[in-house]
């Protein structure tokens, strides 16, 4: 079995665009010959029943040039205002090469507090699951126009692992200017080692990583190693390849050279983990015997099944379960705030619309948002 088989074998994939893959340096333009490619390449994944999300880059690189931004390093406003006609460039052309495809694309723009906070999480998760269960493939970048912070090239690579490990896909590939890992900087040491599979991000791996270089196109090694520590606690695998040449993923299948960081939990059992192990619980939510016992078989928490609420929280915060006799139970992300989850307490799914006024989730609690003790 070559190491592709993670690739083989994911059910959700982020692929991850660098802005200098898909943007010429020289003149600004879309690579649309490249984009074309790879929208192929997205196709052939789709046919493998594989469900796909794109984080791409290069909105400041293909608009600057139409605010006649050329020429100069730009301060923050500046790339913002580059971003902000850049983007809307970028969509088109990927839908235009996905719906050759007849593929829907569906834009999501994100801030890196959008993954981290939790009630956004929550939201920005579920929104993102309705697109790929609907069959579109979404396309995210960073909402570069309200970044408060400088913007820098590498945060892409956090990005997208943030997005693999909130929507738990088995494999993300951060398509790169270099086809993985080297035991020391290739561009420097010709007979550098490339290192085709790392288990473990240890200190002697980080300082082969070196520090990231100035420019157009890479964020370094850095982000990557960033971004693979982001995806090794979710559970996710991370393909780091080459992408300047055409069709990178369907090399990439083919067994085409990169280095793998192999992750050794799944995605469910990590993120299980993650909201066990998170320390502030907001509430409580007591249920009865039966919702008890159907959480034990692997079900999710309906409101029927819940007879108190204590406690003051928010939609997508994090909240303890007990029985009626006052053991916990287990912990999870309560999908309505402690003032509606009171209101329907007790009442049938199918009531809530009626109470609430607004049609919510059917579960107060989803079974992928649940850690049991
Ligand atoms: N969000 C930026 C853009 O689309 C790029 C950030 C990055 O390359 O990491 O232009």
């Not at 730009?74 to 990927?94: F, N, P, V």
Request: neutral net charge; glycine residues 10%; contains cysteine.
């Amino acid at each position: 079995m070559t190491s592709a088989h993670r690739l083989t074998q994911a059910k959700r994939v982020v692929i991850k665009i660098g802005s200098a893959l898909l943007v010429d340096q020289e003149s600004g333009a879309i690579r649309r010959d490249w984009l074309a490619a790879l929208a192929e390449d997205i196709a052939a994944l789709r046919d493998q029943d594989k469900q796909v999300a794109v984080v791409s880059s290069g909105a400041i690189a293909a608009g600057r040039r139409h605010l006649g931004l050329t020429g100069r390093a730009l301060r923050l406003e500046e790339k913002q205002a580059a971003a902000a006609t850049g983007q809307i460039r970028l969509a088109h052309a990927y839908e235009e090469a996905l719906a050759r495809h007849n593929i829907t694309v569906a834009q999501i723009l994100l801030t890196l507090d959008d993954t981290e906070e939790r009630r956004r999480h929550l939201n920005a998760r579920s929104t993102l699951n309705k697109l790929l269960a609907l069959g579109a493939v979404p396309l995210i970048n960073e909402n570069d126009t309200v970044a408060t912070q400088e913007i820098r090239y590498g945060d892409n690579d956090r990005l997208a692992a943030r997005v693999a490990a909130m929507i738990s896909a088995d494999v993300l590939i951060l398509l790169s200017d270099i086809d993985g890992m080297y035991e020391a900087d290739p561009h420097k040491v010709p007979d550098a080692k490339h290192i085709p599979e790392i288990g473990e991000i240890t200190p002697a791996i980080e300082s082969m990583a070196g520090a990231a270089p100035e420019g157009f196109s890479s964020g370094g090694m850095i982000t990557k190693i960033q971004a693979a520590k982001i995806t090794l606690g979710a559970g996710c695998h991370l393909a780091l390849t080459e992408g300047h040449s055409l069709n990178p993923v369907r090399r990439l299948l083919e067994g085409g050279r990169c280095t793998w960081f192999v992750a050794s939990a799944t995605p469910r059992t990590a993120r299980k983990r993650w909201i066990a192990g998170s320390l502030k619980s907001a509430g409580e939510l007591v249920v009865d015997k039966g919702a008890e016992n159907a959480l034990a078989k692997g079900s999710s928490l309906l409101p029927a099944g819940v007879v108190k609420v204590t406690g003051r929280f928010d939609r997508g915060d994090l909240i303890t379960l007990r029985g009626t006799d006052g053991n916990e139970i287990g912990r999870g992300l309560v999908a309505y705030s402690d003032e509606d989850a009171r209101h329907i307490a007790g009442h049938k799914t199918g009531e809530i619309e009626e109470i609430l006024g607004y049609r919510g989730r059917d579960e107060v609690i989803h079974r992928d948002d649940l850690a049991l003790d």
